[in-house]
């Protein structure tokens, strides 16, 4: 026989043996692939499990860092929206102001703050002046309460000198039923002086947080504006009397002031 007929006949005989093996003896067959199934079940459990974690712990990570950036941009976003709905909010009040009395108030926005030797403000620099009808002596308010008068004019610019100037004296009332007034002259951006008190000071001071409005005597400034809110009573080494009151406006971060034209 040739070579190669032999070989077939071997695989064939080879062949049937095994098929008779497997029939006879299923316990040998089963015995025959186990070092296989072994192997794999080997490979699987330490090797691919392990793989697939590594896998699976990278995809993790990179989901963690994805869901961290995406939660700093809502918050980045979230402070976006804050900071319009405050600036939306301020730009409403000033807008109620003008509408109060259209042809009164006039919107004006700051150029410049003007510093003294301590670095306080003295002044604040505004974009109107006598083109737009301001005049020297004009009231300047914000929704928040009074700034000050205008001090001095030039064509298109006006320098207003704020409440904390010693120079800007207006005449104010506590709210509540003490009825205290008092003059308002000079401070600081912190606490402004009410000096000349009179009421019902003999008792109880005025309620702490009350609020001080103008109060419309000497007719400098109208009755109403907000001044800001009473403190408390302090009495200096010669008995003066005074009260401290914490001012409405914060005069530093003033972007735009309202002034009072003449009707």
């Known amino acids: 026989m040739k070579p190669r007929a032999t070989g077939s006949v071997i695989v064939g005989v080879c062949a049937a043996v095994g098929a008779l093996v497997l029939v006879a003896c299923p316990a040998v067959a089963v015995e025959a692939v186990y070092p296989v199934e072994h192997a794999k079940r080997?490979?699987?459990?330490r090797v691919w499990s392990r793989?697939?974690?590594?896998f699976r712990g990278s995809s993790a990570a990179a989901e963690n860092v994805r869901l961290r950036r995406e939660v700093d941009a809502l918050a980045i976003l979230r402070g976006d929206v804050e900071r319009l709905e405050a600036e939306n909010a301020r730009?409403?009040?000033?807008?109620?102001?003008?509408e109060k009395a259209p042809e009164t108030w006039l919107a004006a926005?700051?150029?410049a703050r003007v510093g003294g030797a301590t670095g306080a403000c003295d002044g604040l620099r505004v974009d109107r002046g006598s083109l737009a009808g301001v005049a020297k002596g004009a009231v300047v308010a914000v929704p928040e309460g009074l700034?000050?008068?205008?001090v001095s004019v030039t064509p298109h610019t006006s320098l207003v000198a704020?409440?904390?100037?010693?120079?800007?004296k207006a005449?104010?009332?506590?709210?509540?039923?003490?009825?205290v007034r008092g003059i308002l002259s000079g401070g600081t951006e912190d606490a402004l002086v009410l000096r000349s008190l009179q009421g019902s000071l003999s008792?109880?001071?005025?309620?702490?947080?009350?609020?001080?409005?103008?109060?419309?005597?000497?007719?400098?400034f109208p009755p109403g504006l907000v001044i800001g809110t009473w403190i408390q009573l302090n009495t200096n080494a010669n008995s003066v009397v005074t009260g401290e009151v914490l001012p409405a406006v914060e005069f530093s971060t003033l972007e735009e002031v309202f002034i009072r034209r003449a009707k």
Do not use: I, M
């Open 42 to 45: 080997a490979f699987v459990t």
């Open 109 to 111: 926005g700051v150029l």
């Open 162 to 168: 704020p409440l904390t100037d010693p120079a800007v």
């Open 51 to 54: 793989v697939k974690g590594f």
């Open 171 to 179: 005449h104010c009332r506590v709210e509540g039923d003490g009825r």
């Open 91 to 98: 730009l409403r009040r000033g807008l109620s102001l003008v």
């Open 147 to 150: 700034v000050g008068r205008v």
């Open 203 to 220: 008792g109880a001071s005025p309620v702490a947080r009350a609020r001080v409005f103008t109060s419309g005597l000497g007719g400098v």
